[in-house]
């Protein structure tokens, strides 16, 4: 069991104000792999007042030291990938696989595109008679979920230490082991005192008191639509800036021309990866009524290859909150066509890949974020009725489409109110804008727009 009793505050590890910790829970079998400090508001403030002081030293810092630093960072967490991978799969339940192609590879490409950013941003610019600077916003809280646990903190982190900022970062409870890994990284990389810091804890007292916190600049923080909306309240009391990264319920529409099979088993594979634990995954699969039939036999037979091939979700009240949805489709009048409310095994949180079929747009599991290994599919009469169930959510993050012509799946993605949609399963890119419209979110991630977001403009007048 790894026992950690330190915060990682102004470049070393130091002890929690109090003596609360919080046990690591392996969710495949349900034993204690570790405990590290639950902190508090003092923990958080002293961890503010220490990024606060290295604020100036940071900001003015050149931009090509900056990258340095971050090109370090990215060496550091090549050199550690398989510890990243093991710990991912010991705290968060993906198999090991996942670990070491999502979990671990992921965030080395994140954060080897801010380090090439760092170095080549243009800062300053002309306008006209007048020179605009673009200034780190100051200190940046950043709160980040369990789901993507490396992922997720480096997508804030490394923006945030190319645009000049510091950082206190409050991971989430669920996989805390993974950001202390982090911190140790960020040490070894070089990063100077109090750039970053690390304070452990649960969300309503840590993640509170960091959002609260007045000497915190901007909150960045990624979780669930209903905590999202706590902490922009929270942070428009104080006019302080936010970037949100929320929920999602995202459409994959299959239009007549497509590659049937392929869009199919693509899509099943999508839902099921992380076990279903993606903001951005396909939930709800958008099939033309006289194909309706032939997908849900092909996803049927899709996810019933993946019972022993997905972990676990990340705990038992997340069991809970995805076997309940499942049992409200049934209830509802959706029809089971694989998986079920049952638990697959008696030990570890896991949870069946489910499909159903005969789904229509008002059913809860139509319209509410589920986060487990659940899809939806649900038939249209035409385009524009695919547009219409595709866009008929509070939500907007993500989205597929599939045709046989490009040209005509890109026209239909360009009318979706949604983030970011790939096209005939593109794939994954480091540099592409994330984030969403409507309830999913205020802001982007990755890429320059990631950076932007950590940046204030200032412009000078001649």
Same mark, same amino acid.
């Given at each position: 069991m790894k026992a950690h009793d330190g915060m990682y505050i102004d470049g070393a590890w130091r002890p929690a104000d109090g003596r609360d910790t919080i046990d690591v829970v392996n969710p495949a079998d349900e034993q204690v792999i570790g405990r590290v400090p639950a902190g508090n508001a003092l923990d958080v403030d002293t961890a503010v007042r220490a990024a606060r002081a290295a604020l100036p030293g940071w900001a003015a810092t050149p931009p090509a030291e900056r990258a340095a630093r971050l090109a370090a960072l990215r060496d550091v967490l090549v050199a550690r990938k398989d510890e990243i991978a093991e710990t991912v799969t010991a705290e968060l339940g993906a198999p090991l696989k996942l670990s070491q192609a999502v979990h671990a590879a992921v965030p080395v490409a994140v954060a080897g595109s801010y380090a090439e950013l760092a170095a080549t941003y243009a800062f300053e610019e002309k306008a006209g008679t007048s020179v605009v600077h673009h200034e780190p916003v100051g200190v940046v809280g950043a709160i980040t979920p369990w789901n993507y646990p490396l992922h997720q903190i480096v997508a804030k982190v490394a923006p945030a230490l190319a645009a000049g900022c510091t950082i206190v970062l409050k991971p989430a409870e669920d996989t805390p082991l993974t950001a202390q890994l982090f911190a140790e990284a960020v040490h070894e990389a070089g990063v100077p005192a109090g750039v970053f810091n690390l304070v452990t804890g649960l969300g309503p007292v840590a993640g509170q008191a960091l959002a609260e916190h007045p000497g915190v600049d901007l909150v960045s923080f990624t979780g669930s639509t209903a905590v999202g909306r706590r902490i922009g309240a929270t942070a428009g009391a104080a006019v302080k800036r936010?970037?949100?990264?929320?929920?999602g319920k995202s459409a994959n529409v299959i239009l007549p021309s497509a590659d049937l099979a392929r869009a199919v088993n693509v899509g099943v594979a999508n839902v099921m990866s992380n076990s279903g634990q993606t903001c951005s995954a396909w939930t709800r699969m958008l099939v033309h009524r006289d194909q309706y039939d032939e997908a849900v036999a092909l996803a049927a037979e899709a996810a019933a290859k993946y019972g022993d091939r997905i972990g676990p979700v990340v705990n038992a009240k997340q069991q809970d909150r995805v076997r309940g949805y499942i049992e409200k489709g049934v209830a509802e009048g959706a029809r089971l066509v694989a998986?079920? &409310?049952? #638990? $697959?095994?008696?030990?570890?949180?896991?949870?069946?890949?489910?499909?159903?079929?005969?789904?229509?747009?008002?059913?809860?599991?139509?319209?509410?974020?589920?986060?487990g290994p659940v899809l939806s599919i649900l038939r249209y009469e035409d385009e524009d009725d695919a547009l219409r169930i595709a866009n008929g959510t509070v939500y907007g993050l993500a989205g597929a489409v599939w045709a046989g012509d490009e040209a005509e799946a890109v026209a239909f993605a360009r009318?979706?109110?949604?983030?970011?949609?790939?096209?005939?399963?593109?794939?994954?890119? &480091?540099? #592409? $804008?994330?984030?969403?419209y409507k309830q999913s979110g205020v802001g982007r991630e990755l890429g320059a727009h990631g950076l932007a977001e950590y940046l204030q403009t200032k412009s000078l007048q001649y």
């Open positions: 936010v970037a949100l990264e929320l929920g998986g079920g &409310p049952e #638990a $697959p095994r008696e030990q570890g949180y896991f949870v069946s890949p489910t499909v159903f079929a005969d789904v229509t747009e008002e059913m809860t599991i139509a319209q509410e974020e589920i986060f009318r979706m109110d949604t983030g970011q949609v790939d096209i005939n399963g593109g794939r994954f890119n &480091p540099l #592409a $804008p994330f984030g969403g």
